[in-house]
Nanobody
Framework: QVQLVESGGGLVQAGGSLRLSCAAS????????MGWFRQGPGKEREFVCG????????SYADSVKGRFTISRDNAKNMLYLQMNSLKPEDTAVYYC????????????????????WGQGTQVTVSS
């Protein structure tokens, strides 16, 4: 079993930045593809970005491309999401997720393929 705990959410003004962290325990994440998803008020959960377990491949939703950066530190069992130039439409609960079965260089974008989820952290961007 893998436990994931997100942190770093909060209230920020439009144009500001936040850095989310996801701490994993239970197992090393070295061979897990990782991703960030979000669910805004009245919306379905959506893919934000993902990173393969090798770390060499990333993918971003068009809505965050150029503003968000996903990274991982396998030695520390950590996943990060640097969010810059935040917009009110980025307001959501952000979740990290881990997929144990993805191939080395594959980024997993479909939520149903992920095996483990964190509890989420709230990000609120005021206009």
């Amino acid at each position: 079993q893998v436990q994931l705990v997100e942190s770093g959410g909060g209230l920020v003004q439009a144009g500001g930045s936040l850095r989310l962290s996801c701490a994993a325990s239970g197992r090393t994440l070295t061979r897990y593809a990782m991703g960030w998803f979000r669910q805004g008020p009245g919306k379905e959960r959506e893919f934000v970005c993902g990173i393969c377990w090798g770390g060499g491949t990333t993918s971003y939703a068009d809505s965050v491309k150029g503003r968000f950066t996903i990274s991982r530190d396998n030695a520390k069992n950590m996943l990060y999401l640097q969010m810059n130039s935040l917009k009110p439409e980025d307001t959501a609960v952000y979740y990290c997720a881990a997929d144990a079965d993805a191939p080395l260089m594959r980024v997993v974008v479909r939520s149903y393929e992920y095996d483990y989820w964190g509890q989420g952290t709230q990000v609120t961007v005021s206009s």
